[in-house]
């Protein structure tokens, strides 16, 4: 996956540059009503509804200040992300008890012919593993920094 394969799952319309909530069901309330905002889903509280039940069968958080809550639904058309990030941080249940600061919410229709949401997932897993990455993307101020910092992860 290039660098340009990978910024074309984001846009500034589902850039969230500080998240309010302090919690994660309102993170991901806030997260699910840009997407619905952005045409990608008709009604966020059905996307709602599945990313609560993914995370009702384990926590989404990586560690490190990151999660990537995910999901396939029969209402997404095609593979989108929403990032937010939270300065303060979001109370998310990660194993290593730390708050979340960003996080990347990936929707993808339940089939995924193209074969693009698990190598997205790994991708964006691999990217944020980097201290480095994850500093620049807390610094972020706006789209174009955030995928300025992106293309540098991929160091093309």
């Known amino acids: 996956m290039t660098a340009a394969d990978f910024l074309s799952y984001f846009s500034e319309s589902r850039f969230i540059k500080e998240l309010r909530s302090r919690t994660k ?7 699910a009503a840009v997407l619905a ?3 990608g889903i008709d009604d966020p509280s059905v996307l ?16 490190r200040g ?8 029969t209402i997404a058309t095609q593979t989108q992300v929403v990032f937010g990030r939270s300065r303060k941080g979001v109370a998310y249940d990660a194993l290593d008890g730390e708050p979340c600061r960003l996080l990347f919410l990936i929707v ?13 997932l ?10 480095p990455v994850r500093g620049k993307l807390l610094d972020v101020s706006s789209f174009a920094e955030f995928q300025q910092a992106l293309r540098e992860a991929f160091r093309e």
Do not use: C, F, W
């Open 25 to 31: 069901d309102g993170a991901l309330s806030e997260m």
């Open 37 to 39: 905002q952005d045409g």
């Open 48 to 63: 709602l509804e599945m990313i609560r039940r993914r995370e009702s069968l384990g926590s989404t958080a990586l560690g």
């Open 66 to 73: 990151v999660a990537v809550p995910h999901g396939r639904t």
């Open 108 to 120: 993808a229709p339940y089939e995924d012919r193209r074969q693009e949401y698990l190598p997205l």
């Open 122 to 131: 790994g991708k964006i897993v691999e990217v944020v593993n980097e201290d």
